[in-house]
């Protein structure tokens, strides 16, 4: 049976995808989260959208933390609610939006490894690039790392994206942001290695005009991505496994310890928010200490 709520749910999923455009991940975590909200009020006898009250919502964050929830799963859950209580405000289902009365958790952010510059060095520069495979995955790392880009971006890239001329591809990011982005003389040197000797070798009538191609010629999935970048890891060896975000971190970090302004920095990774940029402010103590030697009037004084 559905209740008045299931069916505004419903309705809210529609506007995500029409209207918002919210990821696939988004997507499902949020309609999970609500799912959850909705079993919680039916156990309450709310059936209604009007039966969604700052108590009601509170007492059901309060449950989630009893039950042990991490910061960052009662933070998104946070946001879903607001973000439905918002949508049946505006669709005036509700008299006042009580998602604006919920404190948001502060999400505590567990930062990925990072390569060291000389690890980023030992692992590119080794790989094995044999083959067409080889020229790929070569392409891959390179272009994870040599742009910062996140593994949907780095899979959903078309060869029209690459500007080689100024050295920069075009991505399409979150919620439908389009960016350019520099890639580097290495990346970009890969990746026409690729093209040219690569890509055709896999390239099928299905291809279409992806970039990245899996072995059967259809455009490259994240999680074939992932564990390209998993396994490429482990054969150079006495480097730290990393996830592809692992290297979008690494070149954040790298960019940062090299002198990037946090702003630049924010532009490439393709962040919404300064504030999500600043996790990544990360630069080791000897880095710190060697700028206040050179920018503090006492520096040079310090140990």
């Known amino acids: ?16 995808r029409a209207e918002r455009d919210v990821s696939p991940h988004t997507l499902r975590a949020y309609l999970g989260d609500l799912s959850d909200l909705t079993g919680y009020a039916a156990d309450a006898g709310v059936t209604e959208p009007a039966g969604l009250d700052v108590p009601l919502l509170r007492a059901w964050l309060a449950r989630q933390h009893a039950l042990g929830r991490s910061r960052a799963t009662l933070a998104r859950r946070t946001a879903a609610a607001r973000a439905f209580t918002r949508h049946l405000h505006r669709r005036g289902l509700l008299q006042d939006d009580p998602g ?7 999400r505590q952010r567990d930062l990925p490894g990072v390569l060291t510059q000389g690890d980023a060095a030992r692992l590119l520069d080794t790989m094995d690039a044999q083959g067409p495979v080889g020229l790929r995955d070569l392409a891959v790392l ?3 790392y040599g742009t910062g880009v996140r593994v949907s971006e780095l899979c959903g890239l078309d060869i029209d994206d690459l500007d080689t001329g100024r050295g920069t591809v ?10 350019t982005v520099p890639m ?6 890969a990746v026409q290695d690729w093209l040219r000797a690569g890509r055709p070798v896999l390239v099928t009538e299905g291809s279409g005009p992806a970039l990245f191609l899996g072995v059967r010629g259809a455009r490259l999935h994240p999680t074939s991505a992932r564990r ?10 006495q480097v730290p496994d990393l996830s592809p975000h692992g290297l979008r971190h690494s070149a954040a970090t790298h960019l940062l310890e090299g002198g990037a302004d946090l702003r630049s920095v924010q532009e490439i990774l393709g962040h919404a928010s300064l504030q999500t940029t600043q996790i990544y402010t990360h630069v080791s103590a000897a880095r ?16």
């Open 100 to 106: 604006l009365l919920l404190g948001t958790p502060k």
């Open 170 to 179: 075009r991505v399409l990011g979150k919620g439908g942001r389009e960016r």
């Open 288 to 303: 710190l200490k060697q700028v206040h030697r050179q920018a503090h009037p006492r520096g040079a004084q310090t140990d």
């Open 228 to 237: 390209i970048v998993h396994e490429r890891i482990s054969e150079v060896g």
């Open 1 to 16: 049976m559905t209740n008045a709520l299931q069916d505004a749910i419903r309705d809210f999923e529609r506007h995500l």
């Open 142 to 144: 390179e272009t994870l």
């Open 184 to 189: 580097g003389e290495p990346a970009a040197r």
